[in-house]
């Protein structure tokens, strides 16, 4: 009696053709069909000689199928153990090994044996190999094979964030509002793609060597970027910041070995406002170089002109002595002069002194730098809408520099134009007014003329008063004007309800995504920018105290203050 499984008609295809309907009972249960002789004494035609061949053929096809499909199960569990594989292989080789010894004088069983001997072959050289058969079981893929492959180094671990479902301000819009997790770069902020691409595009101009100094004038999060990722690239790195951004930002970047200068907060057309004053730092590096090359070049001259003279002297007063020992019949005196393959320049030249060796500066210029909105157009605007897979209908993000919201949204729209891109702009900012009515102030005002420091706002990096060449590449549908308290109420909601601890621009890009939500209405999927987390605003915005003694003090259970 023989078990075979009742799903696999393989088998029972394979031995009702053998044995004939005459030799076999067929007796169906939940687990098994069984196989009869009849007649145990009557021999089977299949035993015969001439049907041999068949055999052999049939047992070399079924333990081909059978060794790359996995182990034979032969008999019903937990009745019977089951067979292995090396076990039935050993059978189908012994019934293979009878049949090719008695066949072997036809033509037939010639030919079934090279078959036979093939499939086996093939087994023996390629059962280990990748190399698989169309009808072959593909292997489960390991645990380890769903992981991010290995990265090498710093920069390649920078993009590829996770686009994150927002469950609580889905939940409440009925849309789905996703954000992208930028806080989970290297350097904690969307910044890093902007400083990897400054900075490359900088060395393959040549605007920047390595070892020289990269200068920026930022409000903490492009400046904390550029020092992370300045080191990779073999550069140093100088920051200017106004000195009214959280601490904790200038203690990040001094920690991280740049070098910081905090100054007071001014208009953009002061000389002083801290990205002119970043600018010159950069001019300052390169006049420092320029003077450096100079004197080595002058030292290294003078030192050729003393050299050579004495030189010529030396070699002079050898060939005086030479003479005179020839003269004398004594020893010969070599003429060859020892090479000097040291440069000995004097103790207190600073050149000498990699550390202190200028190799000049390059000013980022994150606001007019157009490597800021190729940053998003090449890299954050694609993994978007490979992550959505196009199924997206709106995108909203507050802007600083303009780069995000300005690669975003043109490469949004390149791909699908009924995608709707949103402006969400924070108290003080003039950007609303420029998207919606044309102009950045009101009719009284020129724009980009006033002198006077125009934020009365809590969030910081997001929010400015003249349009940035970043900026004009923007392609949007329409803006929406935030709150500080909105901002507040916001992240506190969210780290409530979602675990999220988000910086302020990350809070007032989620209240523009409500915003948009309840203006398409349910059904549809927004996407904006998780820029940074709230590690980096404890001293402000994350302080109960601060936000007391400005009247901020968060008192919502739920999205009602959003209402108003």
Not at 248 to 267: D, H, N, Y
Not at 372 to 380: D, Q
Request: with cysteine; hydrophobic share 40%.
């Amino acid at each position: 009696m023989l078990f075979v499984p009742k799903n696999n008609s393989m088998l029972l295809y394979i031995f009702t053709s053998l044995l004939g309907s005459k030799f076999v009972e067929i007796t169906e249960s939940t687990t098994v069909i069984s196989f009869f002789l009849k007649k145990k004494k009557q021999q089977p035609s299949f035993l015969k000689k001439k049907n041999l061949t068949v055999i052999a053929g049939w047992a070399s096809t079924l333990l081909a199928y059978y060794l790359y499909r996995g182990p034979l199960v032969l008999f019903s569990w937990p009745i019977i153990p089951r067979l292995s594989r090396r076990w039935f292989s050993s059978l189908a080789c012994s019934l293979l090994a009878r049949s090719l010894a008695m066949a072997a004088a036809t033509a037939a069983g010639a030919a079934a044996a090279a078959a036979a001997v093939s499939l086996i072959t093939c087994y023996l050289l390629f059962h280990n190999s990748i190399l698989k058969f169309p009808w072959a079981r593909t292997a489960r893929p390991s645990c380890a094979s769903g992981r991010r492959t290995r990265r090498r180094g710093l920069v390649e671990a920078i993009g590829n964030t996770p686009l994150v479902r927002i469950n609580s301000l889905s939940d409440a819009t009925g849309c789905e509002i996703l954000g992208k997790a930028e806080f989970l770069n290297p350097g904690g902020s969307v910044k890093d793609r902007v400083a990897v691409k400054i900075i490359e595009e900088a060395l393959e101009s040549g605007d920047l060597i390595c070892g020289g100094t990269v200068t920026e004038g930022s409000a903490g999060s492009t400046a904390i970027s550029l020092a992370t990722v300045a080191p990779a690239y073999g550069c140093r790195c100088h920051v200017v910041i106004p000195d009214d951004a959280a601490i904790e930002k200038s203690q990040i970047i001094e920690a991280l070995g740049a070098t910081v200068e905090r100054v007071r907060p001014v208009s953009i057309t002061h000389r002083d406002h801290f990205v002119n004053i970043a600018r010159r730092r950069a001019l300052e590096a390169n006049k420092l170089a320029a003077k450096q090359r100079e004197s080595n070049e002058t030292q290294t001259n003078g030192l050729d002109h003393i050299n050579s003279k004495m030189m010529d002297d030396k070699l002079a007063t050898m060939q005086s002595e030479s003479k005179k020992t020839q003269n004398n019949d004594q020893t010969h005196v070599s003429t060859k002069m020892p090479h000097n393959s040291k440069c000995d320049p004097s103790s207190d030249s600073k050149g000498c002194d990699p550390s202190s060796d200028s190799k000049g500066g390059f000013f980022a210029d994150q606001f007019e730098n157009m490597a800021n909105y190729r940053a998003h157009y090449e890299w954050t605007g694609p993994e978007i809408w490979e992550q959505t897979k196009g199924s997206l209908h709106a995108f909203v993000a507050a802007a600083g520099t303009g780069g995000t919201i300005a690669g975003v949204s043109r490469y949004l729209k390149e791909k699908n134009r009924s995608i709707k891109c949103f402006l969400m702009d924070p108290p003080g900012s003039g950007l609303f007014n420029k998207v919606t009515r044309g102009v950045m102030y009101t009719k009284e005002e020129a724009e980009g003329k006033r002198l006077k420091n125009p934020f009365d706002t809590i969030t910081e990096g997001i929010g400015i008063n003249r349009v940035t060449r970043n900026f004009m590449m923007a392609e949007l549908d329409g803006a929406y004007r935030g709150t500080d308290r909105e901002a507040v109420e916001m992240s506190r909601f969210l780290l409530r309800n979602d675990g999220l601890f988000l910086g302020s621009s990350s809070a007032m890009n989620c209240v523009g995504a409500v915003r948009v939500a309840r203006d398409l209405g349910p059904g549809h999927t927004i996407v904006t920018i998780l820029c940074d987390s709230g590690m980096r605003h404890l001293s402000k915005f994350f302080n109960d105290q601060y936000l007391a003694d400005h009247g901020l003090t968060p008192t919502a259970t739920g999205l009602e203050f959003l209402d108003k």
